[in-house]
């Protein structure tokens, strides 16, 4: 290895850059960045796998970290949200979108019948907790002044936000993306019951008879709250493998969602902000997925793509913040507990529990105001058990972005499982097989941390920016 002087060279990563560069082994470092794909923010592990005849005692493979440029194994973060990395929430979303799309056509060990099956897609709104800056439309399509009498462009940074914000109900706001997921599954007893009456049956003829199955992803609006996106669909008991009854139509399925969703509410009382029913707000959107092959706007495959599009976003697209506030030394509480029960301040935060204060926070004043409005409510014990003081930089939604029900289609975990034999099979392609049955795989595996050094980093990137030209130029018609 040859060593050259590079403290003239003024950039830290380049100069990082340079000594990856001139190791004796870089191609296995450049090949190990290489099958990240691009990710952002990397696993490293250190450590070793040993593979054992049980038979004889013979090592028959062995791999240690400490072989490694790095010394340590690079492994994907999996961070689904889009603002963290985009790279692995790329890779989420596909694996969305082929779940949802298996669920309406058929593959991935789901029937090709599933496409007879009547199902909706159904858009459940937040409701109205004050008058917002946005952009309304006749009903030929063309956009009208908004109340302020301002014709509003669609960047414009004031969409969303009240206006008039000293009357505008933030702690309405926060308690109903609190209170979302639970709504939803409240919004689900309600369509059984629907269901079940407009077909003439009891609630337990109808699960004997049929199934409602969905799958669903949250997406932020601008005004900071949180509405839900839903395919449903009708299968006979035991699920996609079966069709409903006749009489069970999409018609029928439509009136019973129009239904439940006015029906589904919550309460929630407390003394500081007296008693409050919450719900979904009243546009709501449910529209018939076309038949498979059908020359229509809303087929299969639109569905599926716009369901793994907001898979991957977060509540950053409403403009706050993709990471939790809360200091962690203390948990949030703003204080630590001695052995004897005292609480000693934390002197990580100033007893603040923010680990920034959140005047400081580079947000717009809205998203601001709901933040503090998620803390203050946090510290009411009759809303302890939400810890808002958690989920402040979601905004108060505490849920999952993408669910699904039980029998639906295929999983998330399938698919990833598959993905890891293929790639565990390209990597022993050319080895000798091994007979599982006399064959012992030994690991001892501890995390190291995460990221790349400077020069590593500037390597990904460059794998993600050609990756991502060329799935581009091929999405434009190209070649490659």
Known sequence: MVTRDLRHVASPAVRDLLH?????????????????????????????????????????????????????????????????????????????????????????NVPDTVRTHPRVFATLTAPSFGHVHNRPTTPGGDTRPCRCHQLHEPTDALLGTPLNPATYDYAGAVLFNAHAGALWARFTTYLRRELAARLGLTQKAARAMLRISFAKVAEYQKRGLVHFHAVIRLDGPDGSTQPPPPYATVAVLTAAVRAAAPRARISVASDAIGERQLGWGQQLDVREIAAFG???????????????????????????????????????????????????????????????????????????????????????????????????????????????????????????????????????????????????????????????????????????????????????????
């Open 20 to 108: 990856l560069v001139n190791h004796p082994d870089f191609n296995r470092a450049q090949q190990q960045i290489e099958r990240l794909g691009g990710c952002a923010e990397p696993i490293r592990l250190t450590g070793q796998t040993i593979t054992v005849d049980t038979t004889t005692g013979a090592v028959l493979r062995a791999y240690t970290s400490s072989d490694e440029p790095t010394g340590s194994l690079l492994t994907t973060c999996g961070n689904r949200r889009s603002s963290r990395c985009p790279a692995c929430s790329r890779l989420y979303a596909a694996d969305t979108y082929h779940l949802i799309r298996a669920d309406l056509s058929g593959g991935k």
């Open 294 to 480: 059908a020359d229509a706007e809303l087929t299969d495959q639109a569905v599926a793509a716009y369901v793994a599009k907001y898979a991957t976003k977060s509540a950053d697209a409403s403009g706050t913040l993709d990471h939790a506030l809360y200091c962690r030394p203390c948990q949030g509480r703003g204080a630590t507990l001695l052995p004897h029960g005292t609480p000693l301040p934390c002197t990580a935060c100033d007893g603040t529990g923010q680990a920034r204060p959140l005047p400081r926070l580079a947000v717009a004043r809205h998203v601001r105001q709901m933040i503090r409005t998620c803390w203050e409510l946090g510290k009411l014990p009759e809303f302890a058990e939400l810890k808002l003081w958690k989920w402040a930089h979601m905004l108060g939604f505490r849920g999952h972005f993408s669910t699904k029900s039980r029998r639906y289609s295929t999983t998330l975990g399938t698919l990833r499982a598959g993905r890891r034999t293929w790639r565990t099979e390209q990597a022993h392609a050319g080895l000798p097989e091994l007979d599982p049955t006399t064959t012992l795989v030994v690991g001892h595996w501890a995390y190291q941390g995460s990221g790349y050094s400077p020069g590593g980093a500037l390597l990904a990137a460059h794998v993600w920016h050609r990756r991502e030209l060329k799935r581009r130029f091929i999405a434009e018609g190209g070649c490659g």
